[in-house]
């Protein structure tokens, strides 16, 4: 999958000489193998073929830098976890020098369609005997890299469901992306609180080295106020999937009272400038629309990603979330049938 998706990414280039598409347009995309660049580079190639766009994609960029030069006027389409809008609006974080400016960056950004980014979730391998959210002290936990929301919000669920802190009853082990396939493999944690994609090509090549069981959050714990309340706050939503849906085969073992898999997905959306062309922005949703289902295909996760969920619960939008949709991407939407809460609604 990874070659497939490598191999794409260098042919978007050569894709964009070939185009003779009506508008140019720069984008930016993650690394090849997870949701933003599967999202950011089937758009380039749905507006191509269509004639709408021809997307010159950046690959292997930082989200957070990403959303700034959305907001900036530098690039014309970017990815942005909903938790990141949050904190430049607030100059936060990452924006903590944008200060007051931060707020204004935000309001320039405006939605195309949501997806989440994968998952918080707990696996271990089966040889490690975990005995679940209550066995998780003195474990050593690898909870994500050195810095970042995916290891904040990892803390926050393991307190929340397991009851335990890091560097109180547990030790945290960080380590960046790159680094995870061997972290996972080489037995440096017992145990694994990572966002997720499922079925999640991590967990799908840990199997190499044993089974796999993945960790339900009980629904004891998922339906309480505190996890409800965390659950929803900004760049965050419930999520629940059945174990048949999750992807895996009889190498991944889920642990749940009922066979579903309850977690908390890290919700997301493309991104434009608010004063991108209605009508263009309308065209290029209108093309993601009708082809969601060749999205859905492209990847096995892909259909965990919540493409074309507009709900504003599971898709994380209003509420504290300030992002809201472009004006041409709410034409489309609702031309094809769908609702737009008006809390998203500029």
Not at 150 to 179: I, S
Request: aromatic share 8%; hydrophobic share 40%; proline share 5%.
């Amino acid at each position: 999958m990874m070659t497939r998706l490598t191999n794409f990414a260098a042919a978007l280039c050569l894709l964009a000489g070939a185009s003779t598409a009506q508008e140019n347009l720069t984008a930016e995309a993650t690394s090849p193998g997870g949701p933003p660049f599967m999202s950011i580079s089937h758009l380039a190639e749905i507006a191509s073929a269509s004639g709408i766009a021809n997307l010159q994609v950046q690959a292997g960029q930082t989200l957070t830098f990403s959303i700034l030069n959305v907001a900036q006027g530098k690039t014309d389409i970017g990815t942005a976890p909903l938790v990141l809008v949050f904190l430049l609006s607030k100059g936060l974080g990452p924006y903590s020098k944008q200060g007051e400016k931060g707020a204004e960056l935000a309001s320039n950004l405006r939605a195309l369609y949501p997806y989440n980014l994968g998952g918080y979730t707990m696996y271990a391998f089966e040889s490690s005997n975990l005995g679940g959210w209550d066995d998780l002290n003195n474990r050593v936990i690898y909870n994500g890299p050195p810095a970042g929301g995916a290891l904040v919000g990892a803390r926050q669920m393991l307190q929340l469901v397991g009851g335990v802190k890091e560097g109180e009853d547990y030790r945290g082990l960080q380590v960046n992306w790159g680094q995870s396939g061997k972290t996972i493999s080489d037995g440096s944690a017992e145990l694994f609180v990572l966002p997720e994609s499922h079925p999640s090509q991590r967990i799908t090549a840990a199997q190499a080295s044993g089974r796999v069981a993945i960790y339900s959050v009980p629904s004891e714990a998922f339906d309480s106020d505190s996890f409800k309340r965390w659950a929803s706050s900004p760049g965050n939503a419930p999520v629940t999937i059945s174990g048949d849906a999750l992807g895996y085969g009889d190498g991944v073992t889920l642990k749940s009272e009922d066979n579903i898999w309850r977690g908390v997905n890290i919700t997301a959306a493309d991104i434009v400038h608010k004063d991108m062309d209605d009508a263009l922005v309308k065209a290029l949703v209108t093309e993601y629309i009708k082809s969601m289902d060749k999205l859905i295909a492209k990847a096995p996760f892909v259909k965990n990603m919540g493409v074309g969920v507009i709900d504003a619960k599971l898709s994380g939008f209003c509420g504290p979330n300030p992002l809201k949709y472009h004006p041409g991407a709410i034409a489309a939407w609702e031309d094809a049938g769908y609702t737009i809460p008006d809390c998203a609604k500029p």
